[in-house]
């Protein structure tokens, strides 16, 4: 099955011109023809093509389906960005392909990346989520602050993944209750938080943890967090 | 911390041409300096340079420590090599990363890919093993049928994940026993296994799992069916 994105589908009844290129042109499909399109908010639509403009294919939706997540944590990814792009790519498909609703990344003293242009990352999600035939797209947001972070984002348990064994640390796996409404985890660069920034999470209510007795790459990491919130959601499903 | 890698450091003394030319040549490092060395068998080495000859740089062993790996159960994924050779090399990084024993290209009837070349996948496992400060290589087998694999390779647990959901499956995470001695899962291609494989292996004892709800890349799914096992041993640890 192939998906169309078209984030406002419903308000334009058109696709978008890549999505209307790649329908049109690389896939010849024919007016009068069924597609499936997701609007990357949880909505599948069965639409009936109407014409062949490759620009800005017209559409009717003939069926609307809002599609349960195979999650139902909501889950944010808060990661300092690697200094390689490619591996911040990387992660962005597999959070995106194994289920995250937001991936945030973060801003902190050791940051071997301090700028980063989501654009791309955007576009790699979008990709993701179409393969893995998903209808939510995550969020992408901008560098952030790792203050702004802990100060304003709120969720149900909220963690903070270091490796610095003098600051005391338990066991992701076993810390993290199934089904929790929400979740955030930190995940820090390559160098590691700063003790001040770890004091400093810690102050308002962040839960220390460690991933386990492996060294983790910074991208390695963050989807293992993900990950382990699925496996303990899915135990005790 | 570096660590040089030469598999025969107890027999020859030296180091391997390319260790020798990043040990003497890149990072400077005079005679009489202690260097860490390992040998991918589990044993981590303290040894004192005798010479900076770049090309076999002589070491004398001064102390020789087993490393205790993170992880207990012997893991084995058997997977189906993926057309895009990246993300093979992607997966071994990341397989070895978070700790598996043995990786085993696997040969069977949808498989995009036929033949591989382990060579470069062998040399990004030792990459990862030293980078991520382990002591023990995952074996990397050459390209093997699935028939072979399913008759010759025994373990504690045998799981096969498969996509089809006419065959009934159970939930990996669930299926699990924490701390099996051995385990080895069967991962298939992009166009799943062939039912008549799938009865193959469940005949002769194969487990059959699903990862859960997720529609994952052949990559993804390998290295999602390592991490359960990681996180259910730690739960039980």
Redesign the interface.
């Known amino acids: 099955m192939i998906q169309f994105y078209a984030p406002d589908i419903e308000q334009t009844l058109q696709l978008p011109e890549d999505e209307a290129r790649h329908c049109i042109k690389v896939l010849r499909t024919r007016p009068g023809s069924l597609v499936e399109v997701i609007d990357g908010k949880g909505n599948r639509f069965t639409c009936r093509l109407l014409d062949d403009n490759p620009r800005h294919a017209s559409v009717v939706i003939e069926e609307r389906c809002a599609v349960t997540p195979?999650w139902s944590t909501h889950i944010t990814v808060a990661v300092a960005p690697t200094k390689n792009m490619d591996r911040m790519e990387?992660l962005t498909e597999?959070l995106t392909?194994?289920?995250v609703n937001r991936i945030i990344p973060v801003l902190c003293r050791h940051s071997e990346r301090k700028e980063i242009k989501i654009e791309r990352l955007q576009r790699i999600a979008i990709s993701a989520m179409k393969?893995?035939?998903k209808a939510q797209l995550p969020e992408i947001y901008p560098m952030t602050p790792l203050r702004h972070i802990v100060t304003d984002i709120d969720a149900d348990m909220r963690f903070i993944a270091y490796c610095d064994p003098s600051i005391p640390r338990k066991?992701l796996?076993?810390e993290y209750k199934p089904g929790c409404k929400s979740v955030i985890i930190l995940i820090g660069p390559e160098g590691d938080f700063d003790p001040e920034e770890i004091k400093e999470s810690l102050d308002s209510g962040y839960i220390p943890v460690t991933l386990?007795?492996?060294?983790?790459?910074t991208e390695?990491a963050a989807?293992?967090a993900c990950?382990?919130f699925?496996?303990?959601n899915?135990?005790k499903?």
Chains 1, 2 share one sequence.
């Not at 386990?212 to 790459?217: F, I, M, P, Q, V």
């Open positions: 195979a990387w597999k392909e194994i289920g393969q893995s035939l066991l796996a076993k386990g007795d492996n060294r983790l790459r390695t989807l293992v990950d382990t699925h496996i303990i899915q135990l499903s």
